[in-house]
């Protein structure tokens, strides 16, 4: 069983530019979560996605966007980058019905570096 | 609203000492309550959780935490530190099990032999 595995691992952009992060969740599981993890901080939820739509939203805003597709794996992008968006980005998978965030199976993230 | 509060960014102890890493949490309703720990360059692992069964939960790696409803708190302990517990360890609070997770800040554990 591979894990929740996510790419690239590690990204460095640009002011203004625009990123794609990928996640494949793990074997079973139909929900994927993003979190954001700035430095010397806890994880930050972002979204989450079941059957293809957003299902929650933390408190990001629009440049913030996200994708499932039919085989459960999932994008985060982010348009418009800014200093601030520099952070650990990672993805968790779970089940929905075994309760979508009593047991998240996350991965190693990608460290996003915007200059 | 849910918060969690994690007292010292930093915990250290030597190998074969107690571990005590606290969290305190605030919640409107009766919590789901997490403990994470993520190793350098690696996601975060679930070392244990609570959901209004037993206050005395043991989880992985002989960690073990007690929800404490009179002082909001959920601390974890382990009687015994290794140097492979050397990590980056986060408390968690959940309204339930299908609502989003809201994490401390983290603690570090630092272990010397």
């Known amino acids: 069983d591979a894990g929740v595995t996510q790419s690239p691992t590690h990204l460095i952009k640009t002011r203004g530019q625009q990123v794609t992060l990928r996640c494949s969740p793990k074997?079973?599981?139909?929900?994927v979560s993003w979190y954001q993890q700035a430095l010397g901080q806890g994880p930050q939820f972002i979204f989450q996605y079941y059957e293809e739509e957003e299902r929650q939203r933390g408190n990001f805003p629009d440049r913030f966007s996200g994708h499932q597709f039919p085989n459960y794996s999932s994008e985060l992008n982010v348009n418009a980058l800014l200093l601030g968006d520099s952070a650990l980005y990672l993805c968790?998978?779970?089940?929905?019905?075994?309760?979508?965030?009593?047991?998240?199976?996350f991965g190693s993230g990608t460290q996003l570096s915007v200059l | 609203a849910q918060s969690v509060t994690q007292l010292g960014s930093h915990v250290s102890v030597s190998e074969g000492a107690l571990v005590l890493l606290r969290c305190n949490y605030s919640?409107?309703?009766?919590?789901?309550l997490f403990w994470y720990v993520q190793y350098p360059n690696q996601g975060l692992q679930l070392l244990l959780k609570?959901?209004?069964?037993?206050?005395l939960v043991k989880g992985i790696n002989g960690f073990e935490a007690e929800f404490k409803k009179s002082e909001t708190s959920f601390h974890l302990t382990k009687p015994s530190a290794h140097m492979r517990d050397a990590a980056e360890y986060f408390c968690?609070?959940?309204?339930?099990?299908?609502?989003?997770?809201?994490f401390g800040k983290g603690t570090m554990l630092l272990v010397s032999p």
């Open positions: 074997s079973g599981h139909d929900t």
């Open positions: 609570y959901t209004s069964a037993a206050t």
């Open positions: 919640s409107s309703v009766p919590p789901y």
């Open positions: 968690a609070v959940s309204p339930s099990g299908y609502s989003t997770l809201t």
């Open positions: 968790a998978s779970s089940h929905t019905e075994q309760g979508w965030n009593e047991k998240l199976f």
